[in-house]
């Protein structure tokens, strides 16, 4: 496989002539001394360098008495992309490049992970090849029943990390002697491979070796590529697969396996199976897009809301940072952490349906005024209801004033007819509410406040709240708020 740039003179003298670009910088002039030597007085000498930096290629204008031109748009110094064609005199060059990916690196800090230029490598040892490609492939009925039993599972899971978990455990139990593999997602604009979820299956210490330029051949191509090794004793094989939707590569999958006795079938089959998923990871990730934007509107529409009370600024954020403590005391897992975390980020939403008159008042509201302020948690689970991605988050808002003896609202619900969610939103929510230097209910120390809260302790969930007692001791409760605090009457109070 051909994996270097090339120059192609596209009109011009030596028509249809390619230079292998090997070495950079890459000189483009009419002197003899650049290696794309292009003759004739419509060049200077020095016309044109081409630089590499990592995946980059950079072309650079020395001479600019003849211009030069990308994709016909005039240029000093721009970045080449593969398919640029580069006008300058009467030459017309077109640029290839091989496609190459990028690893975010940055989110690889907690995976035991190396990379093929970190590890010594003998080139002569490491042979790529093809997955082959058969329409009608032998499968086993024990197979078949594994590949069955996925696509069910398949459509149950919600997010790109437990899709990935579940098509790598598929792709064990079709080869056993798999030892490792790893998922990541690619980002179209910027070719960057995001990892999603990895998995060592031996009990080896060796880090997973994730081999970037596999993965570059197999995205390129749009279709799996094999790595054999041979050493002394072993024969290791790495199978890389990219997931294409609509002809557009979206995640790419890399599975290491020791000694296999027929990787060439096994590839075969793993192909067939990401081919199969592919459909339901794309709406995943089409969710997830639609999901950032409609979370990207709540996020103004709440500091709207916190920007017409000094004192709530910031409020839904610490009540998220509380909870997602709790949600640690509690083990919780990390998709469920998540689900909380944005509830409680948007537990007061419902606010936007309040009057200013009500939600900026700094005295104790009346009983009419307070029956209204009690219904945003029913406007808020009514703006957010209709969203099917959200229906996990909204028992959380439209139940955050619930107690857990019954004297809460908008529904008196009590005990373990309380949505958990909302059960650890409650306590979360009262907790910010006493320090916050409210100017209805006058400052309160953090202390103070977890006096007051174990005085009321009926009011909250017993396991909840043993989880943020737990947290207060080990000191990862702690008062956060940037609220300017003022000491007000003891009497100026009101029922957040």
């Known amino acids: 496989m051909e994996n270097n740039a090339s120059i192609k003179i596209v009109q011009g003298p030596d028509v249809g002539k390619v230079y292998n670009l090997t070495e950079f910088p890459v000189g483009i002039g009419s002197d003899l001394e650049n290696f794309v030597q292009l003759p004739g007085n419509s060049i200077s000498p020095y016309n044109l360098r081409i630089k590499r930096k990592g995946n980059l290629y950079i072309l650079e204008d020395i001479e600019t008495k003849h211009k030069c031109y990308i994709n016909n748009k005039e240029v000093v110094n721009s970045i080449l992309k593969s398919g640029d064609q580069i006008t300058i005199g009467d030459f017309k060059l077109l640029f290839q490049a091989p496609f190459a990916v990028e690893i975010a690196r940055s989110s690889l800090e907690h995976i035991p992970i190396?990379?093929?230029?970190?590890?010594?490598?003998?080139?002569?040892?490491?042979?790529?090849?093809?997955?082959?490609?058969?329409?009608?492939?032998?499968?086993?009925?024990?197979?078949?029943?594994?590949?069955?039993?996925?696509?069910?599972?398949?459509?149950?899971?919600?997010?790109?990390?437990?899709?990935?978990?579940?098509?790598?455990?598929?792709?064990?139990?079709?080869?056993?002697?798999?030892?490792s593999a790893a998922v990541f997602l690619l980002e179209a604009n910027s070719h960057r491979l995001v990892p999603v979820y990895s998995k060592k299956f031996s009990k080896s210490k060796t880090p997973i070796v994730?081999?970037?330029?596999?993965?570059?051949?197999?995205?390129?191509?749009?279709?799996?590529?094999?790595c054999s090794r041979r050493e002394a004793k072993t024969h290791s094989h790495s199978t890389f697969l990219p997931m294409a939707h609509g002809g557009a590569p979206i995640l790419a999958f890399q599975c290491n396996s020791m000694n296999a006795r027929d990787p060439s079938k096994s590839s075969q089959v793993f192909q067939e199976i990401v081919a199969l998923a592919a459909p339901h990871f794309q709406t995943i990730i089409l969710q997830s897009e639609w999901e950032e934007l409609l979370l990207g509107v709540m996020e103004t529409i709440v500091a709207m809301i916190e920007a017409k009370d000094a004192y709530t600024i910031g409020h839904s954020e610490r009540v998220c940072l509380y909870a997602q403590v709790i949600a640690e005391e509690l083990k919780l897992d990390l998709e469920t952490t998540r689900i909380l975390m944005i509830s409680a980020r948007f537990h007061d939403i419902g606010k936007v349906g309040i009057p200013d008159a009500i939600l900026k008042k700094g005295i104790l509201l009346n009983a009419e005024e307070f029956?209204?302020?009690?219904?945003?948690?029913?406007?808020?689970?009514?703006?957010?209801?209709?969203?099917?991605?959200?229906?996990?988050?909204?028992?959380?808002?439209?139940?955050?004033?619930?107690?857990?003896?019954?004297?809460?609202?908008?529904?008196?619900?009590?005990?373990?007819?309380?949505?958990?969610?909302?059960?650890?939103?409650?306590?979360?929510?009262?907790?910010d509410a006493m320090i916050s230097?409210?100017?209805?209910?006058?400052?309160?120390?953090?202390?103070?406040?977890?006096?007051?809260?174990?005085?009321?302790?009926?009011?909250?969930?017993?396991?909840?709240?043993?989880?943020?007692?737990?947290?207060?001791?080990?000191?990862?409760?702690?008062?956060r708020t940037d609220t300017i605090r003022k000491k007000t009457k003891p009497n100026e109070g009101r029922t957040s």
């Open 437 to 479: 230097g409210r100017p209805y209910v006058g400052f309160m120390t953090a202390a103070d406040a977890v006096k007051k809260l174990k005085n009321e302790s009926e009011l909250f969930d017993p396991h909840v709240f043993k989880a943020f007692l737990r947290a207060w001791d080990s000191g990862k409760i702690t008062q």
């Open 371 to 431: 029956e209204e302020m009690k219904l945003h948690p029913v406007i808020g689970s009514g703006i957010l209801s209709p969203l099917p991605l959200f229906e996990k988050i909204v028992p959380g808002i439209a139940h955050h004033h619930e107690r857990w003896n019954g004297t809460g609202y908008p529904d008196g619900l009590s005990g373990e007819d309380i949505p958990f969610f909302a059960r650890i939103i409650a306590l979360a929510d009262s907790y």
């Open 114 to 179: 190396h990379f093929d230029s970190e590890v010594s490598t003998d080139q002569k040892k490491t042979k790529f090849t093809k997955v082959s490609s058969h329409k009608r492939m032998s499968l086993s009925q024990q197979q078949v029943a594994i590949l069955l039993n996925f696509l069910r599972d398949l459509i149950k899971t919600r997010s790109l990390a437990s899709g990935a978990q579940l098509t790598c455990s598929v792709f064990k139990m079709i080869e056993p002697a798999i030892e």
């Open 210 to 226: 994730i081999q970037e330029k596999g993965l570059s051949r197999a995205i390129a191509l749009k279709r799996g590529v094999m």
